[in-house]
């Protein structure tokens, strides 16, 4: 059964930093896609960025290019986003996400809150 839990959300001010962290089971996260979305209040939800399965690929969105980095740690079968430089803009629910044949997987969110 494929699970993904989010940690490590809080309030910042701005510019400060976050790492959040996914961790998954069900998969091998070096042999899966590993997305991350947000969703604002009011607004829908965004994918931001990814990593690839079976290299250290990575995309980003170009509203977290340059201050947000995905990466992977396959001997602990988590996923990290880094977040440096965070913006107002930035609030959000954040989630991990990876999908297979059978359909897509999230979980349950963490929180980000940026504010002065």
């Known amino acids: 059964q494929v699970q993904l839990v989010e940690s490590g959300g809080g309030s910042v001010q701005p510019g400060g930093s976050l790492r959040l962290s996914c961790v998954v089971s069900g998969f ?14 009011g607004k829908e939800s ?6 690839g399965s079976g290299d250290n690929s990575t995309f980003y969105k170009d509203s ?12 602990k079968n988590m996923v990290y986003l880094q977040m ?24 349950q969110g963490t929180q980000v809150t940026v504010s002065a």
């Open 28 to 41: 091998t996260v070096d042999h899966a896609a590993v997305g991350w979305f947000r969703q604002a209040p």
């Open 46 to 51: 965004e994918g931001f960025g990814c990593i």
């Open 64 to 75: 977290v290019k340059g201050r947000f980095t995905i990466s992977r740690d396959n001997s």
């Open 84 to 107: 440096n430089n965070l913006q107002p803009e930035d609030t959000a629910v954040y989630y991990c996400n990876t999908n297979d044949n059978h359909g897509d997987y999230f979980g």
